[in-house]
Every structure is written in C-alpha cells, then in structure tokens.
C-alpha cells in the first residue's frame, strides 16, 4: 500500500522557517518525482513545486521559488519542503503528492503567527 | 503560467441525477505524444484530494465507472452519472503539461 505522510507541521512566527518532511513507504521512491501542494484554509489547491528522482531538476511555482527549497533523500524514503521567511499567506495544509498526483498525503497545518 | 477556469455547478443536485464540470486550458493540454495533460480530481470535505481522472480521460484505478472524461486540448469535462451521497465535495482540474502544474480554483458538488 502507498503511504505518504507528513509530519513537522505547527506554528510558527512570522519571519521564521520551518522544514516539513514526507515519509514515503509502499513503492519505489527513488523511481518518482514528488511534489508539495498547499492550500489555505477555504481556498483552493497551488501547486509549489517538484523533485525528480535524482534530485538534479527542481521546479517551482515561480512567486514561491524564493521561499521554498525541495529536496529529497532516496536512502530514507523522505521528502522536505524547506519553508524560510513564513508570513501569514503561508498559512495553510501542505501536501506531498507523487507526480502527477496518484498519491497524496493527508496533509499537515502550517499556521503562521505570532 | 497556463490557468486553467472552471465552471460552476446548478447546486443542489438532486439525488441519482447526472452533472457535468467544465474545465478550460489557456493553451492547449495536447502533447505530441497524443496525451492530454489533464487531471481530475475530488476533495471530499476535510480529506486530502483523490485523483478521479488522468490523461483527460482514464479512470484512476478503484474509481467508480460513474465518472468520465472527455475534451478537446482546450475544453474539458468530468461527468458523473447518477450522483451520490459520496460524490460531495470540491472537483478540481489540473494540467500537467508544463510547469507549474495548475489547478483550477475547483467547483461545489452539493446534493440534494
């Protein structure tokens, strides 16, 4: 069975970082790209940004490419989304997703705040 | 970016009824490969979303044969036969042709 499941979620400052993780089990990660997918509360689905396999081609959404940093570590299953200077837009449910999106995560809060 | 605009439906939806989504590209899903890169999906409320449709067309394994895909490169539609209880909830469309993936801003399944 495919699992995706992220964790490191909560809240944080405005200004501050965080990193979310993906633990993926139940397929060959290192076969697929990945991708995270966020959506503020009420609000539709925008798709940050992917990963391929080896890690050497990473794509962004562009008015987030300077906030986000993907990455990913094929021995531990995982996938990251480094987020830096968070305000309050970036409040929403992150999701990873295996590209094109068969497989997604149940999501994980991120609420910005002071 | 290429957006992608979904139409709304006439809800409520009465109960065993069919209704249809509309979806439209700002430039053409159609690679030369012949694919259309296109996805359906449903978010059913408080659930992560669940891919309906790929290719424009194919059914995601396990999805039930009530819903289809068709279109043109630019125009696309989700129909669902005889809607259900179960089928509550916000339909999206996504392109995957180029990056970044898109979505449209999704449209209300309501039953009544």
């Known amino acids: 069975e495919v699992k995706l499941v992220e964790s490191g979620g909560g809240l944080v400052q405005p200004g501050r970082s965080l990193k979310l993780s993906c633990a993926a089990s139940?397929?060959?990660?290192?076969?697929?790209?990945m991708g995270w997918v966020r959506q503020a509360p009420g609000k539709g689905l925008e798709w940050i940004g992917e990963i391929n396999q080896d890690s050497s081609t990473i794509n962004y959404t562009p008015s987030l490419k300077d906030k986000f940093t993907i990455s990913r570590d094929n021995a531990q299953n995982t996938l990251y989304l480094q987020m830096s200077k968070l305000g309050s837009e970036d409040t929403a449910i992150y999701y990873c997703?295996?590209?094109?999106?068969?497989?997604w995560g149940q999501g994980v809060m991120v609420t910005v705040s002071s | 970016d290429i957006v992608m605009t979904q139409g709304a439906l006439p809800n409520p939806v009465p109960s065993g009824e069919s209704a249809s989504i509309t979806c439209q590209s700002s430039k053409s899903l159609l690679h030369s490969n012949g694919k259309t890169y296109l996805n359906w999906y449903l978010q059913r409320p408080g659930q992560s979303p669940q891919l309906l449709i790929y290719w424009m067309s194919t059914r995601a394994s396990g999805v039930s044969d009530r819903f289809s895909g068709s279109g043109s490169g630019t125009d696309f539609t989700l129909k669902i036969s005889s809607v259900e209880a179960e089928d509550v909830g916000v339909y999206y469309c996504q392109q995957f042709l180029e990056y970044p993936f898109t979505f449209g801003s999704g449209t209300k399944l309501e039953i009544k």
């Open positions: 997703a295996r590209v094109p999106g068969r497989y």
């Open positions: 139940g397929f060959s990660f290192n076969d697929y790209w």
